[in-house]
């Protein structure tokens, strides 16, 4: 939930708003307080929406449709007002998370949920049907997990069944991969009851499985899917088998009514009023938004929407709940009276700048801790620098979570970040093995992943469950463009000899394949691995010296056994220049090779602040708060707040959440100081200008060269 704006009303309907619980294209959701003291859910239509007679026609409709619905499992309308100029209603605000938002924050329900969600929801379309009306939206973002049970919201495209579309003849309502075959034909066939029993079916596949029955990508292609294909399960308990496969029957008539499907899959289950039917952390979480919402104190009032209502008059249709007509009335004069005494004194004082958090999850305490640890130096003081400015139009915090370089904890430190509603954007991880499953579950948050120094194929950028990646460093193959530039412009050989060191090469394999594809100077390059679990460096030399090599190029991670390669070379004599890769690196090599480290060059994507002289402020803020200039990637970490910052900056106040960052993040250009972070709008590549460096070891350290393409020819040894 964020703050609400200068621009907001003070109460819209005799329902004092305390936040903004979401906005987008159609309008903004408030959290209220009711006149009877009760938490709403506020529902606002833009007015250029409102506008389309075909719109407020459908806007009234999901009024009349939710007024009609008493059951404990949907959520009604409690008060409305569809005639105004700017339509609204409220519904009595549920503080736990969407299906969609529990499942891709912290994956599949357990089977007894699972049987839970669907029995409950199966009631509510009972009574939703018993009503004359078909939902034609039924979908994980369209299901609120409560303690007691879930609640379907959401009738915008409901209607009496039997009833006139008032769309186009070729339009498909819906969603795509939870609509049902016969919603998705444009054959005028009318979608019935069993098309909300096909939604449900969907629906528990994804709450068991979390993926939906018909995959992902181009709506046409998963539309297509869901018409002629088979419904994909895999994964999906055997004991929900049947059930769903029942529920995605092509044809409608063999499908189960909603009261055949809540007796099946609700038997053996506790009451409602029973034990806790969600897996944890989910109740915590549902209780931390209760907490917060109920804190909430009611804020000063900036303007008043009365009038335009008083003057029409109150009808049954213009707003359904007596109550808060009554509460409408009274406002004014409040307000008025407060307005009145204040006058001549000192203005209330500006409301407080909105607060958007970033994420960081990082390796802190595990192999990597370095790594991670100058991730989150660079972003406190990228935070930091931001809240200083004077013309900041929003302040912004920092949440930082440690994966421990583990596994199993990445996974669940991803689902906790991405379930918090108040995280626009996550940076992180801080090493390679967790990005695809960061990438998925950030994709499913809509929630924007930031990679700062781990690595991602630019393959995968195009697929869907990554469409959230922002890789702000190069994929890894772009490392070697500074191995052939140096090899073939600024020092250039024409036999260049490559040590493929099999152990932990993986990372490095593209380099690999890129430099067999183009050996520098055009010459000819000779590939001699190291097997897995072999030692035998000075067995390479040997072949490096017979194929008359002039250089060589360790392609491997290992720091130390690149040590072990760069002893070889000095015992085996050999007189060519030697190469490594930004994973070898490390401290460890300069230590574990001694005098065999010297002249050594690497090829990084990573800068030197030191040697840039925009990021002289950084480096002085830098040693002022930890003693020391900043680490490798610390930079570039400071460079993807200023990123996110500068997205931010970019969308208007109601619009800066995840999806606003999502959304236009890739059209951003910032000019970092580490390199300028621009992106392709469609492949959401990073461009390539000025990201690779060369180093290169002298007394003892590493000197930095510069970006690769301005490094003099003769430079280095």
């Not at 430099?515 to 691995?529: D, E, F, N, W």
């Not at 679990?533 to 390479?540: C, H, L, M, P, V």
């Not at 030697?578 to 050594?600: I, K, N, S, V, Y």
């Not at 020391?628 to 900056?649: C, F, H, I, N, S």
Request: glycine content about 10%; proline content about 9%.
């Amino acid at each position: 939930m964020r703050p609400l704006t200068p621009a907001d009303p003070a109460a819209i309907g005799g329902n004092r708003l305390l936040g903004r619980l979401g906005s987008g294209g159609m309008g903004t959701v408030y959290l209220a307080r009711s006149a009877a003291g009760t938490l709403v859910a506020v529902k606002v239509i833009r007015a250029d929406h409102a506008a389309n007679p075909d719109f407020r026609a459908r806007f009234r409709r999901e009024v009349e449709a939710a007024g009609q619905l008493t059951g404990r499992w949907v959520v009604p309308v409690v008060s409305a007002d569809p005639l105004a100029r700017e339509p609204w209603l409220a519904t009595p605000y549920v503080p736990g998370p969407s299906l969609a938002e529990a499942v891709g924050g912290y994956g599949p329900l357990p089977v007894r949920a699972v049987r839970t969600l669907g029995a409950r929801l199966a009631e509510a379309l009972a009574q939703v049907h018993a009503a004359g009306l078909v939902h034609r939206d039924v979908k994980p973002g369209n299901i609120l997990l409560a303690p007691d049970g879930p609640r379907l919201i959401d009738f915008g495209i409901a209607r009496a069944e039997g009833a006139v579309t008032l769309t186009a003849v070729d339009a498909v309502l819906g969603t795509p991969g939870y609509l049902a075959p016969e919603q998705a034909r444009t054959d005028g066939a009318a979608a019935g009851r069993p098309s909300d029993v096909f939604s449900l079916g969907c629906v528990l596949a994804y709450a068991a499985t979390g993926h939906g029955p018909f995959g992902g990508g181009h709506a046409a292609a998963v539309v297509y899917r869901t018409v002629h294909d088979e419904p994909e399960l895999s994964g999906l308990p055997p004991e929900l088998l049947d059930t769903v496969l029942a529920c995605l029957a092509k044809d409608p008539a063999a499908r189960p009514t909603p009261d055949e499907l809540g007796a099946v899959l609700g038997d053996g289950l506790p009451a409602p009023d029973g034990e806790d039917w969600l897996p944890p952390p989910l109740p915590r979480l549902i209780a931390e938004r209760s907490t917060r919402a109920l804190d909430l104190p009611a804020p000063e009032p900036t303007r008043i929407d009365a009038p335009e209502a008083a003057g029409r008059g109150l009808t049954r249709r213009r707003l359904l709940g007596a109550g808060a007509g009554l509460a409408v009335i009274g406002a004014p004069v409040a307000w008025f009276t407060t307005r009145g005494r204040a006058r001549g004194t000192t203005p209330p004082p500006a409301r407080p700048l909105a607060t958007h958090t970033l994420a960081l999850q990082a390796d802190l305490t595990g192999p990597g801790k370095e790594i991670g640890q100058a991730h989150e130096r660079g972003m406190k003081l990228a935070v930091e620098r931001h809240n200083s400015r004077s013309d900041a139009a929003f302040r912004l915090a920092l949440r930082v979570a440690d994966d421990g370089g583990d596994a199993t904890r990445a996974a669940q430190v991803v689902k906790e970040l991405a379930a918090d509603p108040a995280v626009v954007a996550l940076t992180g991880p801080t090493w390679d093995a967790p990005v695809p499953e960061l990438a998925v579950a950030c994709g499913a948050a809509d929630l924007a992943l930031l990679l700062v120094s781990a690595d991602s194929p630019e393959t995968a950028l195009s697929r869907q469950e990554w469409r959230t990646v922002v890789a702000t460093r190069p994929a890894g193959d772009q490392l070697a463009l500074p191995v052939i530039d140096y090899f073939s412009r600024i020092r250039p050989v024409h036999r260049t000899g490559l040590v493929e060191d099999v152990e932990g090469s993986e990372p490095v394999y593209p380099v690999i394949q890129y430099l067999q594809q183009s050996p520098p100077s055009q010459g000819t390059l000779s590939v001699h691995r190291i097997p897995a679990g072999s030692s035998d460096f000075a067995g390479a030399v040997r072949a490096l010296t017979e194929a008359g090599a002039e250089a060589v190029v360790y392609a491997g991670t290992s720091p130390q056994r690149a040590a072990q390669l760069g002893r070889a070379l000095t015992e085996g004599g050999f007189q060519g220049r030697r190469l490594g890769l930004q994973h070898a690196m490390e401290p460890a090599f300069l230590t574990a090779a001694g005098p065999a480290a010297d002249g050594w060059a690497f090829a990084s994507l990573f800068t030197d602040p030191l040697a840039v002289p925009a990021a002289a402020e950084f480096v002085a803020a830098h040693r002022a708060a930890y003693g020391q200039p900043p680490a490798r990637w610390a930079t570039e970490a400071y460079d993807a707040v200023g990123l996110v910052a500068a997205t931010l900056t970019g969308l208007a106040e109601d619009g800066r959440d995840r999806a606003g960052v999502t959304r236009r993040i890739f059209r951003t250009a910032h000019e970092g100081l580490a390199k300028p972070l621009s992106f392709d709008s469609n492949t959401h590549v990073l461009t390539r200008a000025r990201t690779a460096h060369l180093y290169q070891v002298e007394s003892g350290g590493y000197r930095y060269l510069g970006i690769y393409s301005d490094v003099r020819p003769g430079s280095g040894r």
